[in-house]
């Protein structure tokens, strides 16, 4: 084996290497956004796709997803309502208090209405 796979190899068992991926990832979105390249397909974001993002955003967080949240993040910056989001996941009962993911508490109350 030579030096090169070693160090690749060390890099990827401490989670260094994924890490810096995510990082370079989110620094070149950061950029595109920067420059003005791709904001001519700028879609009008909803309060079911800020709702949406914010689950994902959660769901990430609660499972200690560092390096795809910070990607996730960048990709959809600006793009989070916070009070809209709120309030369609009110809609659905949601507690928001659950120590685990919000998306496990929507499929949850899901599956309890369709067995009722």
């Known amino acids: 084996m030579e030096f090169k796979d070693i160090i690749t190899n060390n890099l990827e068992n401490s989670g260094l290497l994924n890490m810096i991926r995510a990082e370079l990832r989110s620094e070149i979105f950061e950029q595109i956004k920067k420059d003005g390249f ?10 079911q796709d800020s709702a949406c993002i914010m689950l ?37 009962q949601v507690n928001r208090e659950a120590s685990g993911p919000l998306i496990f508490e929507i499929i949850k109350k899901f599956n309890e209405k369709r067995n009722v």
Do not use: M, Y
């Open 56 to 92: 994902i955003k959660d769901f990430l967080e609660k499972s200690d997803a560092e390096n795809t949240l910070k990607t996730f993040l960048s990709e959809v910056a600006g793009e989070i309502k916070v009070g809209p989001a709120d309030q369609a996941l009110k809609g659905l």
């Open 38 to 47: 791709g904001t001519e397909e700028s879609k009008r974001v909803t309060d």
